[in-house]
């Protein structure tokens, strides 16, 4: 299958709001200092503003409300002009695809609601991330809702930071299974790279939570770690893990999104500074990393889907690279 047609992330919606002004008796000095300023009716630098002797002259500060507001539309417009400040373009090397996905394939064609579970760990809870609505399974189900508008499409982020394989297991049953999703988005091997975790171990204990979740019938595809200081600083570690999660998804001929490749193309091939998709912590991702990523992951859910509704024949076990 071909992957990586990237379109362009549609700004999400910000409500507008009405602010009510507050009249105040005001002396002859202030009335002249206002009306010489009227000609500049927005006056954004406290220090032009007509001085006062009384107290009760001072302008209000800003209300709750009004600061919730203003935190919206600032939100609002880093998700409006997020790639077209930085293009969100397909790697230039190539990677492995997710295969395929038939339970959400056929209830897609069937017409039923569709589940999808973000499991993992910060990077899944949104840490880092501007708002709620620019993590990444907020950003990927905005994505799938636009190109399936008729559809009932559900994501679920079942993310906790710290989190790796051996807490992830503890809670597997219960975060995953016992909700019956359709397809399962596992986002593992960060924290155990931040952790010295045996990567072995590791792997297999991502093996038998994927064998667990297929024997309930749902679609699976993993993430590997994100590219980021951090995580490069342990690089033998981190080669370990990347490798080994994608041994799991071919023995198990699941898909694997292999975010430490794309985020890394980012940096070397694309020529994007560090801190264009990592936040100051030099760990989690930015709304802008986020936003490319969910976008990348949710061409290929799109893709994986079409080929099957379009009666592609796609093997499971077919590991093709993607032509870029």
């Known amino acids: 299958m071909t992957f990586w047609s990237c379109h362009r992330l549609l700004a999400a919606a910000a409500g507008a709001a009405c602010l009510s002004l507050t009249l105040m008796p005001i002396s002859a000095a202030q009335a002249q200092s206002a009306a010489q300023a009227a000609p500049q009716p927005v006056q954004t630098n406290p220090q ?3 001085a006062s002797s009384q107290a009760g002259d001072a302008a209000p500060p800003k209300s709750l409300t009004a600061t919730a507001i203003d935190k919206v539309r600032a939100a609002a417009k880093s998700a409006g002009d997020v790639f077209s400040r930085v293009p969100c373009l ?26 999808i579970i973000a499991f993992g760990s910060s990077s899944t809870a949104g840490t880092g991330a501007s708002a709620p609505e620019f993590t990444y399974p907020n950003r990927l ?15 679920v982020n079942a993310g906790i930071g710290g989190e790796d394989a051996p807490e ?11 909700q019956h999703p359709d397809l399962v988005i596992w986002q593992v091997g960060t924290n155990a790279v931040l952790r010295d975790l045996d990567p072995e171990v590791t ?17 699976v595809v993993l993430v590997d770690p994100q590219y980021s200081p951090r995580v490069t ?11 080994l999660l994608g041994h799991v998804a071919r023995l198990r001929h699941i898909g694997i999104f292999p975010r430490f490749q794309v985020m890394r193309d980012w940096h070397e ?10 936040i100051a912590d030099g760990l989690h991702m930015n709304d802008w990393g986020y936003a490319c990523f969910a976008q990348l992951l949710g061409d290929d859910i799109i893709k994986s889907v079409g080929q099957i509704k379009l009666g592609v024949n796609v093997p499971a076990e077919v590991r093709a690279y993607r032509p870029m």
Not at 141 to 155: C, D, E, G, W
Not at 272 to 278: K, N, Q, R, T
């Open 48 to 50: 032009q503003a007509p």
């Open 90 to 115: 397909p790697p230039k090397g190539g990677a492995q695809s997710l295969g395929s996905l038939p339970h959400v394939a056929k209830r897609l064609v069937d017409g039923d609601p569709v589940v």
């Open 141 to 155: 189900a905005a994505q799938l809702k636009r190109h399936y508008p008729t559809a009932s499409i559900t994501v």
């Open 168 to 178: 992830m297991m503890k809670r597997l049953q219960v975060a995953v299974i016992d």
């Open 203 to 219: 792997a297999h204990q991502v093996e038998e939570g994927v064998a667990r979740i297929q024997g309930a019938g749902s679609d």
């Open 233 to 243: 600083e342990h690089p033998d570690s981190t080669s370990r893990i990347v490798r």
């Open 269 to 278: 091939q694309q020529a994007l500074p560090i801190d264009s998709f990592v």
